[in-house]
Every structure is written in structure tokens, then in C-alpha cells.
């Protein structure tokens, strides 16, 4: 059984990301062809499942980094296409920008940060659940 802050921060995050890839598939969803298994935008309940994105985070308790425990950051396109590197490092930077941006909206008052840790983004800092 999951604690129910801990749900509704995870609530708050997925619809930071929603917000992200709507704005993503804006502005680069029809120049990469879909991968033929992957639906198009819209037509699912959830955008991780359809369109060109899913970008979401997964929880990591930091052992062996070097900002310790947050959210890994997961950028994911769905084209059989080939995405150039700088293309690619790109829009990492633009969802970097942005989820820095909508961290203070969407959770004022907390210090969090999106670092670079090893090969990944992470959301970190504050990461608490408040009083009990």
C-alpha cells in the first residue's frame, strides 16, 4: 500500500510531464514518423501511450549518485527513425528548461533541482511528503 502523499505527489508529477508532452508533440510531433505498434496522439487514455513522446520520471533511491535519491528523468520517442544526437540533446535541454520552469508551479516552496547525474536527468532536493 502506497502512502496517499506520496500518491498525490506522483499525481502532481505526471501532469507536469503531460503538460511537457503536449508541448513536445507541438513542436515535434509530425516530423518524425510514429513507430508502426504505437498509436496515435490522442487516441489513448494516457499520452504515455500514444504519440510521439512519453516522458515521465521513475523514482531512484540514489545509491552510487552523486546527488542522491529523485526521479530519473525518461525521454522516450516512439520512431523507428533515426533521431540525430544534437536533435536528441536538444529536447533533453528543452525538458530540462521546462520541468525546471513548472517544479515552482506545480510544488512552491520546495528546493528542487534537475541535475545531470551520470548519463541521466534527475528531479531532486526536497523530496518530502510534509507532516504526517
Known amino acids: 500500500m502506497r502512502h ?7 499525481d502532481k508529477l505526471r501532469a507536469l510531464f503531460d503538460r511537457i ?56 520517442m516512439a520512431t523507428p527513425a533515426r533521431v540525430p544526437p544534437a ?5 533533453e535541454q528543452e525538458v530540462v528548461s521546462m520541468i525546471e520552469a513548472e517544479v515552482k508551479t506545480e510544488f512552491p516552496g520546495r528546493d528542487l533541482k534537475v541535475s545531470r547525474d551520470g548519463p541521466v536527468y534527475k528531479i531532486h532536493g526536497d523530496l518530502s511528503l510534509g507532516e504526517a
Do not use: C
Open 21 to 76: 508532452d503536449d508541448r513536445l508533440e507541438e513542436r515535434y510531433g509530425k516530423q518524425y514518423p510514429l513507430h508502426s505498434n504505437r498509436p496515435p496522439r490522442g487516441t489513448t487514455s494516457s499520452r504515455e501511450m500514444d504519440g510521439l513522446f512519453d516522458i515521465g520520471a521513475a523514482f531512484s533511491a540514489g545509491y552510487g549518485s552523486a546527488v542522491g535519491r529523485g526521479y530519473v528523468v525518461e525521454i522516450r
Open 4 to 10: 496517499p502523499k506520496a500518491i498525490g505527489w506522483e
Open 87 to 91: 536533435v536528441m540533446e536538444r529536447i
